[in-house]
């Protein structure tokens, strides 16, 4: 394995992982979008969309905090929130000129998915120069530096937490159809510094959306990625979602030894090892590994993806079997809290849809672990049987209609599972009490032209993104419940009324 260490990485420019590597390590796409084709119109109304605030009305900026290809990433502070840290890649669009459908890709993968497991977008700004995402901000770091920090590898017991992670959020973006493309150390960052702080995957700038859940293998033929973690079917030119199961088993060799699987000191000699995939387990770095780990890993790096386990697989493999683990209790509050869910107007549902989403990793921790172990399948959304299963532990048996009924309750957008978000908003009454400055950020993301009340459009968008699809002319119902002084649109006096008889 020779001179692949991380631990040396910044005097090992040829096999990772540096500053240098990272901005040169992108492969650009063969194909390009003429700019007026209907994809790039699309996105330019995306812009204009929100084009009336400025990025800079909203956020004060900060520090850099991670150099992109095509841009980079800064800290920012909500001017009205101060509370609200973000995280704002700013895209220079002259750099990207023709690939304006990834930076659409990005936008509306990032919008569609919810889970614990993967960054949250909040909102997008355009400016001369810069396409800005504002997200999440991670405070404690890539997963990369992580593995520096620990010495330039990281023990197996941790590995297996930080693996059950990305690949909870794999199952979960495979499950919905998008297959990431580039996934490795950096595109991983902590929540905060915590010992157990969530692992999130950012940077869906090569993601790819697919057709109907992987029925069939679809192909995809841009050759993208970042040379060591990239599959080999990717390098022939012809694959599917498994590609990001390979990147998974490099990330994982990488985590146990410091070593990358296959290297190489130039990128054709990585790719002619990539090919081989000649996995050698025999080293002595090898010998305090267990056998279990190093059976995952073979079954993760096979170079035919047919036979490479997928996401769900994968987690049950015996190395994730954990007995102290098994029989874990659920919180009966946040049981009770679900079991006695009572729909919500349509309204108060969109206006706590919205809400979750900003609340802070200590408000939420005790949802996400219970949202987490009534996953049982571990999609990253929870089926009628999970529910079930989970009241049955806490004592609840609800004849079948009952139980049918409850859940398509929880299921607001009729998707026929519940999602992170719902879930959250369900059981948020068990443990938060909303206050003032939670609702006017609500209330700001309904009213995104700042015009200081919310109206039919507003609502209507806000609804549709969250995959709730209504006419117009049923949002004009819905605001009219809500529309107190009966002037067509509601002012946050209305919102605010609205949310309190929601009970939260
Ligand atoms: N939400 C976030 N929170 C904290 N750091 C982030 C966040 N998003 C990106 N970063 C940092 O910025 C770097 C570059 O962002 P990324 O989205 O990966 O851009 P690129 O597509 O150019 O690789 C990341 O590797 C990470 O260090
Ligand atoms: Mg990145």
Known sequence: MGCCCLKNQKTLPTHKLDENTKNTSMIPLKSSTNPTSPIALDLQNTIKESKKRELTDVYNIKKVIGQGSFGFVRKGQHKNHPDLIVAIKSIDKSKIKNELRLLKREVTILQSIDHPNIIKLYETFDDAKYFHIVMEFCSGGELFEKIIELGGKINEKKTAVYMKKILRAVNHLHEVGVCHRDLKPENFVFENDSPDAELKIIDFGLSNKFGSKFKHIVKMESFVGTPYYIAPEVIKGDYGPKCDIWSVGVIMYVMLTGHVPFPGDTQVKIFKNIMKAKLKLENPIWDTISDAAKDLLKRLLVANPHQRLSAAEALNHHWFNDPSKQKLALDPNIILALRSYKPKSQMQRAALGIIVKYLSVDQIKDLRQAFYDIDVNQKGELNIHEIDEALNKCGINLPKTQLSELFRN??????????????????????????????????????????????????????????????????????????????????????????????I
């Open 410 to 503: 929880l299921d607001y957008n009729g998707a026929g599972v519940i999602n992170y978000s719902e879930f959250l908003s369900a059981t948020l009454s068990s443990k938060i009490q909303l206050d003032e400055h939670m609702l006017w950020m609500a209330f700001k993301v309904f009213d995104k032209e700042d015009q200081g009340f919310i109206t039919v459009d507003n609502i209507h968008e806000i609804m549709n993104k969250m995959g709730k699809h209504v006419t117009k002319d049923q949002v004009r119902e819905i605001l009219n419940e809500v529309d107190l002084q009966h002037d067509g649109v509601i002012c946050f006096d209305e919102f605010k009324k609205m949310l309190s008889g929601a009970k």
